[in-house]
């Protein structure tokens, strides 16, 4: 890669960066927004519904996420992508193999003390057992449920558009990492290739001092 090449790769560089700057600046701003709305309707809902009506009380104890987020690795920076599931659709319950992995655990305390071959053998048999009858309840599934329905069917609408709000807010968190995270690739992209211009210019002036020095001589000669 020559000079200009570099030159022209480095402008490119530079005004990317700050179209993703200006990018990132409205989302922040966005996010700010939208949390600022999500709150305020929470607290609308509070009043109308009542403090206690409102809050952790309500939440179930298997509550299951309906928004994960999926990390893919491009061109050196990595790229985050929310994904969200539809309210009403099963799920496998994870506490089966959570059961399994405690019993083998227990199972290794107990070998590691001294004991006779009969009563390892015992302990082997009757732990196959009970992995066996903990495999049969992983069938068992769980629903993905609205979580505004954890504060009743009939809800009032502030609480909807809060709802609304954070999940619109979660969104705009997604985006913001993933850009800034190109941000940053940018700008390490940016700082090599200022090095390599630095370096492209050093040995051209080399080049050119060794030119002017050759012409000297052959003038003298």
């Given at each position: 890669?020559?000079?200009?090449?570099?030159?022209?790769?480095?402008?490119?560089?530079?005004?990317?960066?700050?179209?993703?700057?200006?990018?990132?600046?409205?989302?922040?701003?966005?996010?700010?927004?939208?949390?600022?709305?999500?709150?305020?309707?929470?607290?609308?809902?509070?009043?109308?519904?009542?403090?206690?009506?409102?809050?952790?009380?309500?939440?179930?104890?298997?509550?299951?996420?309906?928004?994960?987020?999926?990390?893919?690795?491009?061109?050196?920076?990595?790229?985050?992508?929310?994904?969200?599931?539809?309210?009403?659709?099963?799920?496998?319950?994870?506490?089966?193999n959570d059961q399994i992995a405690s019993l083998e655990r227990s199972s290794d305390n107990q070998v590691r003390k001294?004991?006779?071959?009969?009563?390892?053998?015992?302990?082997?048999?009757?732990?196959?057992?009970?992995?066996?009858?903990?495999?049969?309840?992983?069938?068992h599934t769980a629903v993905y449920q609205d979580p505004i329905k954890w504060f009743g069917i009939l809800v009032p609408?502030?609480?909807?558009?809060?709802?609304?709000?954070?999940?619109?807010?979660?969104?705009?968190?997604?985006?913001?990492?993933?850009?800034?995270?190109?941000?940053?690739?940018?700008?390490?992209?940016?700082?090599?290739?200022?090095?390599?211009?630095?370096?492209?210019?050093?040995?051209?002036?080399?080049?050119?001092?060794?030119?002017?020095?050759?012409?000297?001589?052959?003038?003298?000669?």
């Amino acid at each position: 890669m020559d000079l200009s090449a570099v030159c022209q790769k480095l402008d490119e560089v530079a005004v990317g960066f700050f179209e993703i700057l200006e990018e990132l600046t409205e989302r922040k701003m966005r996010f700010q927004e939208d949390l600022r709305e999500g709150f305020f309707s929470l607290s609308k809902a509070r009043y109308s519904m009542g403090s206690r009506s409102v809050g952790s009380l309500q939440y179930p104890t298997n509550m299951k996420t309906l928004a994960s987020v999926q990390v893919s690795d491009s061109n050196g920076s990595c790229t985050f992508c929310a994904e969200r599931r539809n309210p009403g659709k099963t799920a496998e319950v994870q506490e089966g193999n959570d059961q399994i992995a405690s019993l083998e655990r227990s199972s290794d305390n107990q070998v590691r003390k001294r004991k006779t071959n009969k009563e390892v053998d015992d302990d082997s048999s009757s732990l196959e057992d009970r992995i066996q009858d903990v495999s049969l309840d992983d069938d068992h599934t769980a629903v993905y449920q609205d979580p505004i329905k954890w504060f009743g069917i009939l809800v009032p609408a502030a609480l909807r558009q809060g709802q609304k709000s954070f999940i619109q807010a979660v969104d705009q968190s997604v985006e913001i990492a993933s850009l800034q995270n190109r941000l940053t690739a940018l700008q390490h992209e940016f700082q090599e290739l200022m090095k390599l211009k630095k370096k492209l210019r050093a040995n051209k002036e080399s080049e050119t001092d060794e030119q002017g020095v050759s012409e000297e001589c052959r003038e003298q000669t």
